[in-house]
Structure formats: structure tokens, C-alpha cells
């Protein structure tokens, strides 16, 4: 299904968390937060530190539960659901720190996050070794046009540890079109990076959300906000404070006194 | 010559258990101090069920096998749902536990007295109780057991342990659900070990609980920290080198009351080097690291 | 019965309360699992034994070399073995691993020079002293008191500045650089502090009990559950759990028999790690906050 990258997907579900809170210990990290993501196109989370947006991902996610409020996808609810599932639902994550499987090789990075693959179980290598064999060649065709698709082809056998980090944020990035993800949730994916790349890397944002992609990214950086994103929304102590156009919101007067502090 | 079958019986019985370990260890990163409470509960169960019951050896292998891994589940469900080292915590608690039962409960295990007579393994009428018959057995289910790990590792399976070991949180995000592989991978690792009980009481016939004491679970991670976890060759490596080693230092004529503190004082430089200056130990893929 | 069997379990768990809070401080604070605490206790235990019994010095002086000689070797075990580690940012594990080699080397080398059979410093029976309807033993009323006397200056010292210290530290080590302190000057702190609590709580059970090359390891495994049982994240934990181990063994032992001390101690610990992990101080946290 991802042999040909450049078709597109369709019938992406609206993801909305509703009324969305999380405390720690007395204290909001999220705080009835209301958000509606427009399936198919790039929305940014902008906000100073510690506003709660990578709480937010967190929630989404499945990586901390949330003490009230609902998120959903489509028509169905993923409040309870843990990140595997929701994983698997098509919700893919780029962390802020990357988080790729140093040990492995750039291609197995990849390889491993398709889906129901034949010899996951683990007395399948022993008696459907054949058929996972045969299932392995076409998954590593896939996961090398995917590695070109990032322009990580030639670094298809380097172990991803040895990757520089804004390569190792593309194979990331590659790695969620391998698990077949829908909605992109991703968390600084300028930050850090080398300028030529944060040039690929913008560039694959617009390249997925015209394939039909929904993208929701957190970024502190306003000029690929202004370039990229479609909308946005202002987090500020843990609550939206504003949202709108790129256009408007950062020229809006709450948000240049919450975030930018000018 | 019986003494070098002797070496080649616990080379075969040490590279089940190292191999069972690094499946649960190397390949996915769980450190467990309780494999030898497996080793035990495997030739316990298959002794109890020859010698009570008067059950064929081999069909006491395999109700061991599953009696060791349907026992993992105890600790492995609800340990491997917290942080990584409540799962050594309860793996650590485990096997005082099965130690406990195995010296205390008299009536059952006959404690510190031990079991003597167990049979010899025999199928279709031969008996294995020559050494060199029992070299065979044990060379066999070695063999068996590196091609098993082999086989489950280098595959889509043993990929995902390898995700779980480098970061649990990424292999949830790509959709993996990593309580589920590490009860797998754990259960697979408890079972194999019970092969290794099922053949030392068959070898020995006679079994007590002092073979399988938690210094015993740590005497296998320092076989595999000294050889190397995470591909089939550390263990291998390991397990010859801590194997010979003892009959090595009893050739150099170290007399036998300070050579048990000297080979393990070796041991332990060997573990404290390792870890600071080669992690992946000598042949070894993975490392803690 | 009861009021002698409460006693004799609190006079056991003020000496685990001593030794798990110097175990439980290293570990909360450095995330080091120091499996060879237990190594450091027998290091004590042998140490007092040697200057007691070989060079029959004063017993004030044997008391200070062993407990000086514990805190050296927590050091030792800190600067030679788990910086290192740490210095390549390491899985806590591959420290722990580094600690089980610690602890095998010095237990060996203990058992080389002093032998592996058990040794006494206490012939005969010990001087009691009744109080109310309880017997007790000197040892018993001695650790006892050493206990009091250890925690009131925890407890001071939790209070001063280098305690608010300590813990900023267990909560966050780069802030606390950032404040200008040095980081492993600290870690060095901790690790002798945590050492000479060991010694402290070896040295009283070994004069009144004796000793043998392996006593430092269920001194270790008492530490850990007692830890676990308590709460991880709070160093009181040590203290809470180290002695509710002690009654409860002391009834055990009442109820069924001293064999099956060892499992029932181990089964606390799987219990609490299923049922509350957080441990009995500690506050109820969800899972993915363990």
C-alpha cells in the first residue's frame, strides 16, 4: 500500500480531543482543552515551554491518561486506549528526541513498523518461515522507496545511532509512513536540525499533507509555522489562548504577550 | 576420558540455559535473576514426575517445560507492566521464593536432603546412562535449543524484542505491543531453562536445592556479560570460557580450598572490566548500554 | 508473648531500618541498584572482627576503622566501578551488573583471607535486661538505641541545608549542577553516607550474632524489600519498611517457623511490586509515574 508513495489517503477521520484535562498533583499540565484537528491538513501548536502541548501529544497518544475529558477518533473513542493501539489506529508520533532503535540498521528501522507482519508470533519464524521469508521481500522494497522517499537511501545499512539527528528525525518520520500512519504527530521536527536538512524536512511535511496526510506538529520556530502550517493553535499555561490563521494569531496581541513575549 | 565427557555434559547443559537467557536478557533486555529458578523448577518437576509418578524422562521434559513457562507468567505479568528495574526486584523475589519451597517444603521436595535416584533417560529401551550416551542427549538438545533461538531471533519476531531492548517507548509508537512480546519472549526463556534442569537431574540422579540459588542466576548474567548477549556466538563464547575455566585453574594445581574464591574473584574482574570498558563483552551484540 | 514478640521484631527491624535507609538513599538518589551494599556490610562486619579479636585493640577504635573502612569502600565502589558506567550514560542496569562483580569480588577475597566458616565475638549468652513485661538482650537495647540516635540525625539532617540538598538532587541531578554544585562530590557524599549506615547496622548484628562471608547479601535483599515496601521515592520508605519487615518476621517465625522466614519476606516484596508499588508511604500514582 505505500509502494506507490504518491498516492493519495482518503477518508482520514477527524481527530478532536474534547474538554481534555490532566493534573499533576493538583498542578494542570492541560487544562480543559477543546480541539477539533481538520483532517488533511497541517495544524501547528505553538505555546512557551511548558504550556502543555507535548502533554497534549502525550495524552493523545496513549502515553498518560487523562484525569477528564475525551479523545476521539472519528466515531470512535480513544480515551482508554493504550499507545500500541492507538499506534495502530494510525496515529503516528515523532518524539522530540527522536527516538529511533539505535542498534538496528536505518532499513530495519523501517521494516520493523509495517504492520501484522508473518513472523511477529514468535513460533512463526519455525514453521511459516517460508511464507515469512517471502512476506520480508516486498516489506524491504517498500521500506527502501520509503528511505528514497526521505532521501535516506544511501544510508539504508548505517546503524541509526550513527546517524546526525535531523537524519535520524527523517528516518523517524519514514519510519510512521511504515506503520501506515493517517495522523502525524509531530513534536519539534525543526528543532535541532541542521539547516539543509530542516529543508528536507519541511519539505516532506507539505509533500504528505498534499498525499492526504493529517499533520499536527508542535514547533517553536514562527517561520516554518508561517510557511507550513494551515491553522494554529496558541497553548499558554496549560489552556488555548487563542487560534486561528498562521497570519493572524501571530500578529495577534495575546499571543505575542503569551509566547513571544514582546 | 570420562572427565573431558564430564566438561562436555555441562557445556551442553550451561548453553541451553545461557541461550534461554540471552533470549530474555540479550535479545530483549529484560535483566531477570531468576533463570536459575527455572533451571530448578525444570529438573525438579521433571524428577518428581520420574520418580513419584514413574513418568518416561522425555515426557517429563516437556510437562516441565510447561510447568516453567505457565510459572513465568507469575512474575512476568504484573513486573513487566512497571519500570525496568521492579521487574529485577521481582524477579529477584521469585527466586528466593522457588528456593524457599524447594529447601523448606520437606514433605514435597525433601529440602536440603535432596532427591537421590532419579532414573537415567531412556527411550525405546536405551538407557542413557553411559557419559558418552549422555554427552549425545545433552549435545542434541544443546544444539536444538541455538537453532530454536536462532531461528525465533533472526526473524520479524526477534526484531521486535531487539526494539523493545533499544527503547520500549518507539516500539509502542510503531504499534508494537511490548508486555505482550516480553511475557513471550520471558515464558520461551523459562521453558528452555527447564530442558536444562530436566537434563542435569537425568545426568546427576541426584538433585538438591543448592544448585539453584540466586548466586547460580547470577553466575549466568556474568557468563553472558563475560561472552556477550544479543547474537548466538557471546553466549557459545561464555559459556566455554566459564565452563573450562575451573578445570584450567585445578590443572595450574591452585589447591582446592581457596580455588572456588579465586575463580570467582576472576569472574568479577572480568564482569567489572567488561562492563566499563566492553559492555557488549567479548563476542557479544548488546550491552546494556 | 505478644508485647516479647513486637519487641524482638522491632529490635531485628531497627537494624534492617539502619541498613535499608543507607541502601534505599544511594538508590533513590543516584538510581544505582548498589547490589554491592551488601558487600560493603560484610566489609564492616569482618573489619571489626579483625580488630577486635587480631590486634584486641579498645573496641571504640575497631568500631571507627570498620565504619571508616565501609565508607571507603562505598566510595571506592563509586569512583573505581559506577562512574565509569555512568561517564557512557549506560542503562542502570549495566551499573547494577558492575555491582554484582563488585560484590563477588569482595565477598571472595573476604572468604580467601578470613575463611568461610562462621565467626563469633560474643560467647555465651548476653547480659539481659527487663523492661515491663519484655526481655531484652544488650545488643538488642544497643541497636535499639543506635537506631533513635540514627534517626533523629537523619532526620536533623533532612531538615539542613544539605539535605534539602540531597533531595533536590534524588529529584533532579543536572538542576542541582546547574546551581553551582558539583555533581559527583555529591554521588561521592551519598555513597559514603549510605556505606557507613551499613556498617553501623553490621556491626551491632555481628557482635551480637556473628558472621560469615555471605551475611552481607540477605542484609542486601532486606534492604531492597524493605525499600519496595516502604516507598522507593521517599527515603523514609527505607526506614518504614525495614522495620514492618522485622515484626512481620518475627511474627512468622511465631506463626509458622523460622524455615519459611525467607519466603514470606520475598512474598511481601511480590505483593507490594503487584499491589502497591508504590509502597506503603508512597502515594498512589498510576502506572506509566512508577
Redesign the interface.
Known amino acids: 500500500m505505500n509502494m506507490d508513495l504518491s498516492r493519495r489517503t482518503d477518508n482520514v477521520p477527524t481527530l478532536e480531543v474534547k474538554h481534555l484535562s490532566r493534573f499533576f498533583g493538583g498542578v494542570a499540565a492541560v487544562n480543559n482543552v477543546s480541539i477539533a484537528f481538520t483532517p488533511q491538513r497541517i495544524t501547528a501548536l505553538i505555546g512557551p515551554n511548558g504550556a502543555g502541548k507535548t502533554t497534549l501529544f502525550n495524552l493523545i497518544?496513549g502515553?498518560i491518561a487523562p484525569t477528564s475529558g475525551a479523545i476521539l477518533l472519528g466515531t470512535g473513542d480513544l480515551t482508554t486506549r493504550?499507545?500500541?493501539e492507538i499506534?495502530?489506529l494510525g496515529i503516528?508520533?515523532l518524539?522530540q528526541d527522536v527516538?529511533?532503535?539505535?542498534?538496528?540498521t536505518t532499513l530495519?528501522n523501517i521494516?520493523?513498523?509495517f504492520?501484522n507482519?508473518?513472523?511477529?508470533?514468535?513460533w512463526?519464524?519455525?514453521f511459516q518461515?517460508a511464507q515469512?521469508m517471502k512476506m520480508?521481500r516486498p516489506n524491504i522494497e517498500r521500506a527502501q522507496a520509503l528511505l528514497e522517499f526521505v532521501t535516506l537511501a544511501d544510508k539504508a545499512n548505517t546503524v541509526a545511532e550513527n546517524l546526525s539527528f535531523g537524519q535520524q528525525k527523517l528516518l523517524a518520520i519514514a519510519?510512521l509512513l511504515?506503520?501506515d500512519a493517517k495522523i502525524l504527530l509531530l513534536d519539534e521536527p525543526a528543532s535541532g536540525v541542521h539547516p539543509a536538512v530542516l529543508d528536507s524536512v519541511m519539505d516532506l511535511m507539505s509533500r504528505l499533507v498534499d498525499q492526504g496526510k493529517t499533520i499536527i506538529f508542535i514547533e517553536h520556530n514562527i517561520s516554518v509555522v508561517l510557511e507550513l502550517a494551515h491553522w494554529v493553535y496558541v497553548l499558554d499555561d496549560s489552556e488555548v489562548v487563542a487560534f486561528g490563521l498562521p497570519d493572524e494569531v501571530i500578529h495577534d496581541r495575546v499571543t505575542r504577550e503569551a509566547y513571544l513575549g514582546v | 576420558m570420562n572427565y573431558l565427557l564430564h566438561i562436555l555434559v555441562m557445556i551442553g547443559i550451561y548453553l541451553i540455559l545461557t541461550q534461554s537467557l540471552n533470549l530474555v536478557m540479550g535479545y530483549t533486555g529484560l535483566?531477570s535473576v531468576c533463570h536459575a529458578a527455572f533451571y530448578g523448577i525444570g529438573a525438579y518437576a521433571s524428577t518428581l514426575l520420574m520418580t513419584s509418578w514413574g513418568v518416561n524422562f522425555f515426557v517429563a521434559l516437556i510437562a516441565s517445560i510447561v510447568i516453567s513457562m505457565l510459572l513465568s507468567f507469575v512474575?512476568s505479568i504484573?513486573?513487566l507492566?512497571?519500570?525496568?528495574?521492579?521487574f529485577?526486584?521481582?524477579t529477584?523475589?521469585?527466586q528466593?521464593?522457588i528456593?524457599?519451597?524447594m529447601?523448606?517444603w520437606i514433605s514435597f521436595t525433601r529440602g536440603p536432603y535432596g532427591i537421590p535416584g532419579i532414573p537415567s533417560p531412556s527411550l525405546f529401551g536405551f538407557v542413557f546412562d553411559s557419559p558418552s550416551s549422555y554427552v549425545s542427549l545433552t549435545t542434541a538438545f544443546a544444539l536444538l535449543t541455538v537453532g530454536?533461538v536462532y531461528?525465533?531471533t533472526?526473524?520479524?519476531?526477534?526484531?521486535?524484542l531487539?526494539?523493545i531492548?533499544?527503547?520500549e517507548?518507539?516500539?509502542?509508537?510503531?504499534?508494537?505491543?511490548?508486555l505482550f512480546f516480553k511475557t513471550?519472549?520471558f515464558a520461551?526463556g523459562a521453558g528452555v531453562a527447564a530442558i536444562a534442569g530436566s537434563l542435569y537431574a537425568g545426568y546427576m540422579r541426584y538433585i538438591d536445592p543448592t544448585s539453584f540459588t540466586?548466586a547460580e542466576s547470577?553466575f549466568l548474567?556474568?557468563i553472558l556479560?563475560i561472552g556477550g548477549s544479543g547474537n548466538i556466538k557471546g553466549p557459545i563464547v561464555g559459556t566455554v570460557i566459564l565452563v573450562v575455566l575451573p578445570e584450567v585453574l585445578r590443572f595450574l594445581q591452585i589447591p582446592d580450598t581457596?580455588a572456588?574464591?579465586?575463580r570467582?574473584?576472576l569472574?568479577?574482574?572480568a564482569?567489572?572490566l567488561l562492563?566499563?570498558y566492553r559492555?557488549r563483552g567479548l563476542a557479544g551484540?548488546?550491552?546494556?548500554? | 508473648m505478644l508485647p516479647q514478640l513486637l519487641a524482638n521484631g522491632l529490635c531485628a527491624g531497627a537494624l534492617y531500618a539502619i541498613v535499608a535507609l543507607g541502601f534505599g538513599i544511594i538508590y533513590r538518589s543516584t538510581g544505582v541498584?548498589h547490589f554491592a551494599h551488601g558487600a560493603i556490610y560484610t566489609i564492616a562486619a569482618y573489619l571489626t572482627y579483625l580488630m577486635l579479636v587480631a590486634t584486641n585493640i579498645w573496641w571504640p577504635v575497631a568500631v571507627a576503622v570498620a565504619l571508616l573502612g565501609a565508607a571507603f569502600s562505598g566510595v571506592l565502589a563509586e569512583l573505581?566501578?559506577y562512574r565509569?558506567?555512568q561517564k557512557?550514560?549506560?542503562?542502570?542496569?549495566?551499573a547494577?551488573?558492575?555491582s554484582?562483580?563488585?560484590?563477588?569480588?569482595a565477598v571472595?577475597?573476604i572468604?580467601?583471607i578470613a575463611g568461610n566458616e562462621t565467626k563469633v565475638l560474643r560467647p555465651g549468652v548476653d547480659i539481659t535486661f527487663e523492661v515491663g513485661s519484655v526481655i531484652l538482650t544488650r545488643f538488642q537495647l544497643l541497636g535499639f538505641a543506635t537506631f533513635v540516635v540514627t534517626l533523629v540525625a537523619f532526620f536533623l539532617f533532612k531538615k539542613s541545608r544539605l539535605g534539602r540538598l540531597l533531595t533536590a538532587f534524588s529529584d533532579n541531578p543536572a538542576l542541582v549542577e546547574v546551581l553551582g554544585w558539583n555533581a559527583s562530590v555529591i554521588r561521592i557524599a551519598i555513597f559514603a553516607a549510605g556505606s557507613l549506615l551499613a556498617g553501623i547496622s553490621a556491626i551491632i548484628s555481628v557482635m551480637d550474632i556473628g558472621m560469615d562471608p555471605h551475611v552481607g547479601?540477605s542484609a542486601l535483599?532486606i534492604s531492597?524489600?524493605a525499600v519496595?515496601v516502604g516507598g522507593v521515592k521517599l527515603f523514609e520508605g527505607a526506614i518504614v519498611g525495614g522495620v514492618v519487615l522485622g515484626i512481620v518476621q518475627s511474627l512468622v517465625v511465631w506463626q509458622f517457623s523460622v524455615?519459611?522466614m525467607?519466603?514470606f519476606?520475598?512474598?511481601i516484596?511480590?505483593l507490594f511490586?503487584?499491589l502497591r508499588?508504590q509502597g506503603l508511604l508512597g502515594k498512589k500514582v498510576r502506572?506509566e509515574e512508577?
Open positions: 497518544g502515553y493504550k499507545p500500541w499506534a495502530r503516528g508520533r518524539f527516538r529511533v532503535f539505535g542498534k538496528l530495519e521494516v520493523v513498523a504492520p507482519q508473518v513472523g511477529e508470533m514468535f512463526q519464524p519455525i518461515r515469512m520480508e519510519r511504515a506503520m | 535483566l512474575v504484573p513486573t507492566r512497571l519500570r525496568g528495574d521492579y529485577v526486584l521481582g529477584l523475589g521469585f528466593a521464593i528456593f524457599g519451597i529447601y523448606n530454536f531461528l525465533i533472526s526473524s520479524q519476531f526477534g526484531r521486535v531487539k526494539t531492548r533499544e527503547d517507548i518507539a516500539s509502542q509508537a510503531i504499534g508494537k505491543d511490548p513471550t519472549s520461551l540466586i547470577l548474567i556474568t556479560a581457596v572456588p574464591n579465586i570467582m574473584m569472574y568479577a574482574l564482569l567489572i562492563v566499563i559492555p551484540e548488546y550491552g546494556f548500554e | 541498584f573505581l566501578v565509569p558506567i557512557r550514560r549506560a542503562s542502570p542496569l549495566a547494577l551488573i558492575g554484582f562483580g563488585i560484590y563477588l569480588f571472595n577475597l572468604a580467601l547479601m535483599l531492597a524489600v519496595v524455615r519459611w525467607d519466603v519476606t520475598f512474598s516484596l511480590v511490586l503487584v508499588p502506572l512508577v
